[in-house]
């Protein structure tokens, strides 16, 4: 049970200090709706429903944005400027690869993941930018760990980061797909819960492994023998192939 003084700290704190700035007019408004209508309906939702929702005619949505589309990508923009600001907020523990996590913990950000989330299924510029974050977050404390001894090394450390950021991307866009929450304001809890349910497993396969011998890795650099362009092998002693006992 949380104790008094941390409920107090978290009531005190300011929720919305990282949501770039709203001048409270009609377009602010519109905007506002339309990242949470898209949040919660998807990319299809109707320019009449997002009126609906800012209290403002449609005629009045395409005053201020032109069209749909045109909508759609100030959207895109208000959104990228709150992951920014989110990674600004959060320097120490976003930019040393827990942006999910940071996101998780606060259900303030909860239509910006639902807005990411929905732009990701449809392969729109936010979430191939928000990709591209992670995956040069990771980049970097990937390099510090594998330096420090902490993480071994990769033929493709390139490759390897990629494949983690879309694996955990894609594991999140499933988890949601088969339990979507009612709102995107219950995003936070869906988070939690799924981190909360695969962390064990997934640091059994990041420590211990999967495969007891590399012999399948191995028998593939057969085929591809030439690490990429500025990798190197691993240096962690494993025996190659050859030295496995038969």
């Given at each position: 049970m949380r104790s008094v003084d941390t409920a107090a700290e978290e009531v005190a704190e300011p929720r919305g200090a990282v949501v770039p700035p709203s001048d409270g007019s009609a377009?602010?408004?519109i905007l506002d709706a339309a990242v949470l209508r898209f949040a919660r309906s998807g990319l299809g939702a109707s320019v009449r429903t997002i009126a609906a929702d800012a209290g403002v005619s449609p005629a009045?949505?395409?005053?201020h944005f032109g069209s749909k589309e045109k909508l759609h990508a100030a959207c895109d923009e208000h959104v990228l400027a709150w992951i920014r600001a989110v990674k600004r907020d959060s320097i120490g523990r976003a930019?040393?690869?827990?942006?999910?996590?940071v996101l998780a913990e606060s259900d303030q950000y909860s239509p910006l993941v639902g807005y990411v989330l929905r732009s990701l299924q449809a392969g729109g510029t936010v979430g191939r930018e928000f990709t591209e974050h992670m995956i040069a977050d990771a980049q970097e404390y990937t390099a510090e760990a594998v330096?420090?001894?902490v993480v071994r090394p990769s033929r493709d450390e390139a490759g390897r980061i990629r494949y983690l950021v879309y694996s955990?991307?894609?594991?999140?866009?499933?988890?949601?797909a088969l339990d979507p929450p009612d709102d995107p304001e219950d995003l936070g809890t869906t988070m939690r819960r799924f981190m909360g349910e695969l962390y064990l497993p997934m640091l059994e396969l990041y420590t211990e492994g999967f495969l007891t011998t590399r012999r399948m890795l191995d028998d593939y650099l057969l085929y591809v023998p030439d690490p990429p362009p500025g990798a190197s092998a691993p240096t962690d002693g494993t025996p190659t192939?050859?030295?496995e006992e038969p």
């Open positions: 377009r602010s408004r009045l949505v395409i005053h930019a040393s690869g827990r942006l999910l996590e330096r420090d001894g955990s991307l894609g594991a999140l866009m499933l988890s949601v192939h050859d030295e």
